[in-house]
């Protein structure tokens, strides 16, 4: 790998400099693009060299455990690349019920926390080693095969290129997650959190993502706060396969779920802009509900009775559930809306005008929620394709198409329209939850439409392969801009400066000092707006909350600082948009700066009167 990045290096050198070349002949440079894919290809291979282990672990059990429960579940009629590539989702839920359960054991019984976390991996290894032996996965070697794992070996590296531009994961929830996953793996250290197993009942919490995390760190040996980022790319890695089966599931149709696939992967900027919000719990449930609806839905038709498929269900529906509990409202969701779709939609297809104008009443419909889709779904290429494909979804799968009309329908009523009724109402779903999980439903339809299109030409070979393929470039196209495989600047708390700050601080502030630090309100929460919300869980540090835009020049500022009775106070201004305005700081008379690298400058209380 290492000799790989090497030649990768000096090729990227060499092109560089005749683009040089170019942009110095001729005025301009059409290889700005290519640079930043191959920046983008250096990068992510430099982090798969550096987690290597980790990655192995995760895909490798998540793989072994899914292949034998998808071989155990009964009689589920599936293509055999689909189940290959379905079984890392399915896995995947069954890990996060297994390293929770594995949580309680190293709880209870620390010293055998580590040991037994190797049980999962081994017995997937063995799995995989007896499926080879039994030539279960002989069929997969063919082009076809080759094709899809080169593609999601390329995913793979273009999201841990994320992690090359990030110190600790992003924003204002990160900090909180870190904290849990410490007092999972170290409980001395993680008690700050007020959130463990130790008051589980009194503050409940998803812990499934960070069970999960817990599990590969006992392993690995990786930081905590590396492995949250790390685990946080490989769920989005595994996410659009997750589509794969559920499009499979309902279509039939392998090219229709491999383009669900690949437009859930690099059509819109969600659910990747979910890691720049620190979602992780919520990124890792939607990540495989697709997959597990998929084996719920196949296996209540043929094997409801089979106990076997029973006790496997119930352990995924609780795997997933640990991950978050509300996918749990989607899930009844999606069976409600099946059960309806059956009685409001034709089975049969439906003319060409009649599925034109379900299509628009479709777009009609997401009116409410069109600025969040605004935000995260309106890449252009992609909206094309996307409109395009609709009628074809509903004229060949049109319950398939109602279903998804409702579900989204169901899912905005009950995330957007109680707000609007009662204020500070807690919903089932919030706003962020709906707009990372729409790329789903959205993903389903194009898959379905991808299939109605390919119907139309039955005998035209060399037309499907035209029209396929330029489908498969529209929707690629906005992935190469980039807007979900590097961290966006406005969730990106913790810098450079920052870490020199804090090593400063580590060596300099007393323990018992008091440092302030920026916040503003969201949601009706609290929540830190710079690297200062890191101070508690890196140094133990005793922190307040002081809203960003409070006025430094104030009094009654002034005073509302000296009335919190310690020796010595602090106040920490970082270099976000939200941080404390380091204009009125540097004028104050009663403050003087005690560090100050870049945009990050820690101030000292010297006085409680105007000098």
Same mark, same amino acid.
């Given at each position: 790998?290492?000799?790989?990045?090497?030649?990768?290096?000096?090729?990227?050198? %060499? !092109?560089?400099?005749?683009?040089?070349?170019?942009?110095?002949?001729?005025?301009?440079?059409?290889?700005?693009?290519?640079?930043?894919?191959?920046?983008?290809?250096?990068?992510?291979?430099?982090?798969?060299?550096?987690?290597?282990?980790?990655?192995? &672990?995760?895909?490798?059990?998540?793989?072994?455990?899914?292949?034998?429960?998808?071989?155990?579940?009964?009689?589920?009629?599936?293509?055999?690349?689909?189940?290959?590539?379905?079984?890392?989702?399915?896995?995947?839920?069954?890990?996060?019920?297994?390293?929770?359960?594995?949580?309680?054991?190293?709880?209870?019984? *620390?010293?055998?926390?580590?040991?037994?976390?190797?049980?999962?991996?081994?017995?997937?290894?063995?799995?995989?080693?007896?499926?080879?032996?039994?030539?279960?996965?002989?069929?997969?070697? =063919?082009?076809?095969?080759?094709?899809?794992?080169?593609?999601?070996?390329?995913?793979?590296?273009?999201?841990?290129?994320?992690?090359?531009?990030?110190?600790?994961?992003?924003?204002?929830?990160?900090?909180?997650?870190?904290?849990?996953?410490?007092?999972?793996?170290?409980? /001395?250290?993680?008690?700050?959190?007020?959130?463990?197993?130790?008051?589980?009942?009194?503050?409940?919490?998803?812990?499934?993502?960070?069970?999960?995390?817990?599990?590969?760190?006992?392993?690995?040996?990786?930081?905590?706060? =590396?492995?949250?980022?790390? &685990?946080?790319?490989?769920?989005?890695?595994?996410?659009?396969?997750?589509?794969?089966?559920?499009?499979?599931? !309902?279509?039939?149709?392998?090219?229709?779920?491999?383009?669900?696939?690949?437009?859930? #992967?690099?059509? !819109?900027?969600?659910?990747?802009?979910?890691?720049?919000?620190?979602?992780?719990?919520?990124?890792?449930?939607?990540?495989?509900?697709?997959?597990?609806?998929?084996?719920?839905?196949?296996?209540?038709? &043929?094997?409801?009775?089979?106990?076997?498929?029973?006790?496997?269900?119930?352990?995924?529906?609780?795997?997933?559930?640990?991950?978050?509990?509300?996918?749990?409202?989607?899930?009844?969701?999606?069976?409600?809306?099946?059960?309806?779709?059956?009685?409001?939609?034709?089975?049969? +297809?439906?003319?060409?005008?009649?599925?034109?104008? @379900?299509?628009?009443?479709?777009?009609?419909?997401?009116?409410?929620?069109?600025?969040?889709?605004?935000?995260?779904?309106?890449?252009?290429?992609?909206? &094309?394709?996307?409109?395009?494909?609709? *009628?074809?979804?509903?004229?060949?799968?049109?319950?398939?198409?109602?279903?998804?009309?409702?579900?989204?329908?169901?899912?905005?009523?009950? #995330?957007?329209?109680?707000?609007?009724?009662?204020?500070?109402?807690?919903?089932?779903?919030?706003?962020?939850?709906?707009?990372?999980?729409?790329?789903?439903?959205?993903?389903?339809?194009?898959?379905?439409?991808?299939?109605?299109?390919?119907?139309?030409?039955?005998?035209?070979?060399?037309?499907?392969?035209?029209?396929?393929?330029?489908? $498969?470039?529209?929707?690629? @196209?906005?992935?190469?801009?980039?807007?979900?495989?590097?961290?966006?600047?406005? $969730?990106?708390?913790?810098?450079? +400066?920052?870490?020199?700050?804090?090593?400063?601080?580590?060596?300099?502030?007393?323990?018992?000092?008091?440092?302030?630090?920026?916040?503003? /309100?969201?949601? %009706?929460?609290?929540?830190? #707006?710079?690297?200062?919300?890191?101070?508690?869980?890196?140094? =133990?540090?005793?922190?307040?909350?002081?809203?960003?835009?409070?006025?430094?020049?104030? /009094?009654?500022?002034?005073?509302?600082? $000296?009335?919190?009775?310690?020796?010595?106070?602090?106040?920490?201004? %970082? %270099?976000?948009?939200?941080?404390?305005?380091?204009?009125?700081?540097?004028?104050?008379?009663?403050? /003087?700066?005690?560090?100050?690298?870049?945009?990050?400058?820690?101030?000292?209380?010297?006085? $409680?009167?105007?000098?």
């Amino acid at each position: 790998m290492a000799k790989l990045y090497s030649n990768l290096i000096k090729f990227k050198s %060499g !092109w560089q400099k005749w683009q040089k070349w170019k942009r110095g002949r001729m005025g301009y440079c059409s290889g700005d693009i290519m640079n930043f894919m191959w920046s983008l290809i250096l990068d992510g291979l430099s982090v798969l060299d550096v987690y290597k282990e980790g990655i192995a &672990v995760f895909f490798l059990t998540s793989f072994g455990l899914g292949h034998y429960i998808l071989k155990r579940g009964g009689k589920q009629e599936m293509d055999l690349g689909i189940r290959f590539l379905s079984s890392f989702s399915i896995g995947c839920a069954a890990l996060f019920l297994i390293s929770y359960l594995l949580i309680w054991v190293g709880y209870f019984i *620390p010293p055998l926390f580590v040991p037994a976390s190797f049980l999962p991996l081994l017995f997937s290894l063995f799995v995989i080693g007896k499926g080879i032996w039994d030539g279960d996965f002989k069929p997969l070697w =063919n082009l076809r095969a080759a094709g899809v794992a080169l593609a999601l070996f390329s995913l793979l590296v273009a999201r841990l290129a994320f992690l090359k531009h990030i110190l600790l994961p992003s924003y204002s929830d990160s900090p909180i997650h870190y904290q849990i996953v410490v007092g999972l793996i170290r409980p /001395e250290e993680g008690g700050a959190a007020n959130l463990s197993l130790g008051n589980i009942f009194g503050q409940y919490y998803h812990f499934g993502f960070h069970g999960l995390t817990a599990w590969l760190i006992a392993i690995t040996g990786t930081a905590p706060e =590396n492995a949250i980022s790390l &685990v946080g790319q490989l769920l989005l890695t595994i996410a659009p396969l997750s589509v794969v089966a559920l499009v499979y599931a !309902w279509t039939k149709n392998v090219h229709g779920a491999l383009f669900g696939g690949l437009i859930a #992967a690099t059509g !819109w900027a969600m659910p990747a802009f979910a890691v720049n919000w620190g979602k992780f719990p919520a990124l890792g449930a939607l990540a495989i509900a697709p997959a597990v609806l998929a084996f719920l839905g196949q296996g209540l038709r &043929v094997d409801s009775r089979n106990k076997t498929w029973i006790v496997l269900a119930l352990g995924l529906l609780a795997g997933i559930t640990l991950a978050h509990t509300r996918i749990l409202v989607c899930l009844l969701l999606a069976a409600i809306i099946y059960l309806l779709s059956k009685k409001l939609a034709p089975s049969d +297809e439906l003319g060409f005008f009649a599925s034109v104008r @379900l299509s628009v009443l479709f777009l009609i419909s997401l009116w409410p929620i069109h600025q969040l889709i605004f935000d995260f779904y309106s890449a252009i290429p992609t909206a &094309v394709a996307w409109i395009v494909l609709l *009628p074809f979804a509903f004229r060949s799968f049109p319950r398939l198409a109602v279903g998804a009309f409702f579900y989204i329908l169901g899912c905005w009523l009950i #995330a957007i329209a109680p707000p609007l009724l009662i204020e500070n109402i807690q919903t089932p779903l919030d706003r962020q939850f709906l707009e990372m999980m729409l790329y789903v439903p959205f993903a389903a339809l194009g898959g379905a439409g991808f299939v109605g299109v390919m119907k139309s030409w039955p005998k035209r070979a060399a037309a499907q392969r035209s029209v396929g393929v330029a489908l $498969c470039l529209l929707v690629t @196209l906005i992935f190469f801009r980039g807007r979900s495989l590097l961290p966006n600047p406005c $969730c990106v708390y913790f810098r450079e +400066e920052d870490r020199q700050a804090f090593a400063w601080m580590e060596e300099n502030v007393p323990p018992d000092s008091l440092i302030l630090i920026s916040s503003f /309100e969201g949601d %009706g929460k609290i929540m830190g #707006a710079d690297a200062g919300i890191w101070l508690e869980p890196l140094l =133990n540090g005793n922190t307040n909350k002081i809203n960003f835009d409070v006025n430094w020049n104030s /009094e009654t500022t002034m005073l509302e600082v $000296c009335s919190m009775s310690r020796k010595q106070i602090f106040i920490y201004a %970082g %270099g976000t948009p939200f941080s404390f305005n380091h204009s009125q700081l540097a004028t104050s008379a009663w403050v /003087e700066a005690a560090f100050s690298d870049g945009t990050t400058i820690l101030y000292r209380v010297t006085g $409680c009167s105007p000098k």
